[in-house]
C-alpha cells in the first residue's frame, strides 16, 4: 500500500484545504457522487420526487435528513464480508425542514416554527402525512453498475418505515402502565419511530435506529392536576407545554395518528387518551432490513434519552453482548449496556437486547472510570427514592443516571471501537453552557464551542468490566486552542470543531465528521472553519487529515463503505439550512445541492466516495 509522503501510514490522501462552497469536495484522486437524494422513489408505484408529491407518495420514496446508515452485503452475515457490489443501504432520517416540502406552503402563512398553517391555526393533513412519512428508516436496494456508477434496484426488499409504522415494545417497558395508551390498551405497542439520528448495528447482522430529539415533538398542555410541571419522564426530555415542533396535533382532520402527539391528559385513565404517547419514545429500535414484513421492536433495556446512536464491541462467543449509547443533549451521560446472556453465533438475536444491564459512566478526575449500574433495588435506585420498579428506572433513564451520580458531558454523540484495540471513543460535539465552576477533567472547557474526542479501555480489555481508564484523544478547535494526542495544535490541514460522526474502518482508520450548528457556520470565529467536513485520523499516532468538505448550510454524518473498503457512502444532511427565511421568502436559496435546479430546493442525499484507481478509501 502506497505510503504518503510523510506521517501515519494510514492516511495516504493529501489534506484538502477548508471550503465555504456550495460542492462536495474529496482529495485529488477521488470521486464524489450523489445518490438517493430525499424523495427518490423506491417502492409502490414509484412516484417521482416534485414539490407536489403527496403524503402517501412520500411513503414510497427516500425519507429527508439523512443520517446514521449502513450497508448490508446481499449476501454474507459479517460486516467486513459480503458483496461490495449489491446491497441494502440503509439510512435513518433524522427531522424534515416543511418550507421545503410542500407546494402548497409557498402561499400558506408559516407558523413561527416553520410550518405551514391553515388560516384558523390548523395543520393540513396530508402535510402532516408528509412530514411524518419523510421520518424514520429508508431500505434501499442498491448495486453497482458496469460504468461504476450506483443505481437503486426496484426490489421488494425496498422498505419505508416511518413515523406511523406499528411497532412493538420489547424489554422491560412491555406491558408496563407506563406504555398503556388508547392505541394499546395493553402496552405492548407504539406507532412509528421519530428523529432518526445516528445508528448501530447488531453482531447479529440487524439494523437499530436511535430516537433522538423526539421530545419536542409532543405536546402537553398541563391539567390542573399536572401544575406546576409535567411528569418527570415529559419534563426531564422537554416535552413541549405549548405547541408541538410540527404541530401535528393540530391536524384539521382529527385523524388519531395525528392527534396523539398532544399528550394532554383528556380522559379517565390512560387506555382512553394519549397521555403515555411520549413514553413509547426515546428508544433503540430494532429492524431486520432481510425481511420486508418483520415489525420493528423498540429495546427498552438501552434505556430512554436523547439516543444519538449504539455502538458494539466485537462479539465474542461465550461472553456477554456490550454496546455504548449517548445522550446528546449538554450535561447528558454516556451509558453501556451489557447483555445477561451470552454471545452465542448460532442462536443470537434481539433477545439478548431485552435483558441485561445498562450503565452509565462516571469519569474520574484521575483518568479513571466507572460504570454504574442503573438497576432497580441498586444504588438507592429504590422506592423511598421514587424508583418503583425497573421499567421506572428506564423510563426515567436520565433521572436514575442523575440520582447515582454520573459525569455530566459536553453533548455526547456518535461512538466508535477500534476493531484492533476494542478502545471506544465517543465525540463530545460542543457546551457552550458549561460555566468556570462545571469544568471536570472529562469536560475541560468552560463555553466548549468547539468539542471534543474522549476515548477509553475496559480494565483488563474486558468489554463488560465496571472500570475503564480514559484520555482525550482531541480537544478541537483553531490552532490557538487545540490539542492532538501529540500535544500539538490543530493546523489548516486539520482544524474542525463540533466533532459528531465517528466510525473506524476495518484498518483502525478513524473518520470524523462535524456538525457545527447552521446559526453558527460560516459567522465570526466559526468562519476559519468553512463548511461542515469530514476527517480521518489514525488513533495510535493521533495524526487528523482533512478529506472532505460538503456543500453550504449542512453537516456531513453517517458513513460506511463496501467490505472491500472501496466505495465509501456518506451522507450530507439539510444543505441550505442556513438560507434565512427572508431569503428563502425571496427565493434566495443559499444551496442548490445536489440538483442545482432553481425550480426545486436543495435536498439531503447520500454521497457515493470512490478512489479512481479503485483503491481502499484513505490510503
Ligand atoms: Fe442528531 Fe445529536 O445529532
Ligand atoms: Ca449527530
Ligand atoms: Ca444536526
Ligand atoms: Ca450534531
Redesign the pocket.
Known amino acids: 500500500s502506497a505510503k504518503a509522503a510523510s506521517g501515519s501510514a494510514l492516511l495516504g490522501f493529501k489534506a484538502i484545504p477548508v471550503s465555504e462552497e456550495d460542492l462536495i469536495v474529496v482529495p485529488e484522486g477521488y470521486t464524489a457522487r450523489p445518490l438517493v437524494a430525499w424523495g427518490t422513489p423506491i417502492s409502490g408505484n414509484y412516484p417521482e420526487y416534485k414539490l407536489e408529491n403527496t403524503g402517501a407518495d412520500q411513503g414510497m420514496q427516500v425519507g429527508s435528513h439523512h443520517?446514521?446508515m449502513h450497508f448490508f452485503p446481499i449476501e454474507g452475515e459479517d460486516p467486513y464480508e459480503g458483496s461490495s457490489t449489491e446491497g441494502l443501504l440503509v439510512i435513518n432520517h433524522?427531522y424534515v425542514e416543511p418550507r421545503y416540502m410542500h407546494a402548497a406552503a409557498v402561499g400558506q402563512k408559516l407558523d413561527a416554527d416553520g410550518y405551514p398553517v391553515n388560516a384558523d391555526g390548523k395543520r393540513d393533513p396530508d402535510q402532516v402525512l408528509k412530514e411524518l412519512n419523510a421520518h424514520g428508516v429508508s431500505i434501499v436496494h442498491i448495486a453497482r453498475q458496469e460504468n461504476g456508477t450506483w443505481e437503486v434496484v426496484r426490489d421488494r426488499l425496498n422498505r419505508r418505515v416511518t413515523g406511523l409504522t406499528p411497532m412493538e415494545i420489547h424489554g422491560p417497558l412491555r406491558g408496563s402502565d407506563f406504555v398503556k395508551t388508547k392505541y394499546s390498551p395493553d402496552g405492548t405497542m407504539v406507532r412509528g419511530t421519530l428523529n432518526n439520528?445516528?445508528h448501530g448495528v447488531t453482531p447479529w447482522n440487524t439494523y437499530l435506529t436511535c430516537e433522538?430529539n423526539w421530545a419536542g415533538y409532543f405536546s402537553n398542555l398541563k391539567t390542573e392536576d399536572q401544575k406546576p410541571s409535567l411528569p418527570r419522564e415529559q419534563s426531564r426530555y422537554g416535552v413541549s407545554t405549548g405547541t408541538s415542533r410540527y404541530g401535528w396535533e393540530l391536524a384539521s382532520n382529527g385523524a388519531d395518528e395525528f392527534i396523539r402527539f398532544n399528550a394532554t391528559p383528556t380522559a379517565a385513565d390512560a387506555t382512553q387518551d394519549y397521555r403515555n404517547e411520549p413514553n413509547g419514545f426515546g428508544w433503540v429500535v430494532e429492524i431486520d432490513p432481510f425481511d420486508p414484513n418483520s415489525t420493528p421492536k423498540k429495546r427498552t433495556a438501552l434505556g430512554r434519552f436523547a439516543h444519538?446512536?449504539v455502538v458494539f464491541q466485537p462479539p465474542v462467543e461465550g461472553q456477554p453482548v456490550v454496546a455504548y449509547s449517548g445522550d446528546?443533549a449538554r450535561f447528558e451521560y454516556i451509558y453501556k449496556y451489557v447483555s445477561a446472556q451470552p454471545y452465542v453465533k448460532a442462536t443470537a438475536g434481539g433477545h439478548l437486547l431485552d435483558n441485561g444491564t445498562l450503565y452509565v459512566a462516571k469519569f474520574n478526575e484521575d483518568g479513571t472510570g466507572e460504570w454504574l449500574p442503573l438497576v432497580f433495588g441498586q444504588n438507592g435506585l429504590t422506592p423511598e427514592n421514587g424508583f418503583n420498579s425497573q421499567a421506572d428506572v428506564l423510563v426515567n433513564t436520565r433521572t436514575a443516571a442523575d440520582f447515582v451520580g454520573a459525569t455530566k458531558m459536553d453533548r455526547p454523540?456518535?461512538g466508535a471501537v477500534d476493531p484492533k484495540t476494542r478502545m471506544v471513543y465517543f465525540t463530545l460535539?460542543n457546551n457552550s453552557r458549561r460555566e468556570e465552576a462545571q469544568i471536570d477533567a472529562a469536560n475541560p472547557r468552560a463555553k466548549n464551542n468547539w468539542g471534543h474526542i474522549i476515548r477509553w479501555k475496559e480494565a483488563n480489555n474486558q468489554p463488560n468490566a465496571k472500570q475503564f481508564e480514559w484520555d482525550i484523544f482531541v480537544l478541537a478547535g483553531p490552532p490557538e486552542d487545540s490539542r492532538k494526542l501529540s500535544g500539538e495544535a490543530l493546523n489548516e490541514d486539520n482544524i474542525f470543531n463540533s466533532p459528531?460522526?465517528l466510525w473506524f474502518d476495518a484498518d483502525s482508520r478513524l473518520w470524523i465528521q462535524t456538525?457545527i450548528s447552521e446559526s453558527l457556520m460560516n459567522k465570526d470565529e466559526f468562519a476559519q472553519f468553512g463548511n461542515n467536513q469530514m476527517l480521518a485520523a489514525d488513533p495510535e499516532t493521533g495524526e487528523i487529515r482533512r478529506f472532505l468538505t460538503g456543500p453550504i448550510g449542512q453537516?456531513i454524518?453517517g458513513v460506511i463503505t463496501t467490505p472491500d473498503q472501496r466505495t465509501m457512502f456518506i451522507n450530507v444532511q439539510h444543505p441550505g439550512a442556513t438560507t434565512t427565511d427572508e431569503e428563502f421568502a425571496a427565493g434566495n436559496q443559499k444551496s442548490r445541492w445536489p440538483d442545482f435546479d432553481n425550480n426545486i430546493y436543495p435536498r439531503s442525499a447520500t454521497v457515493v466516495i470512490t478512489k479512481n484507481d479503485g483503491g481502499i478509501i484513505g490510503t
Open positions: 443520517d446514521g433524522e439520528c445516528a433522538e444519538e446512536g446528546d454523540e456518535w460535539t459528531d460522526g456538525d453537516e454524518t
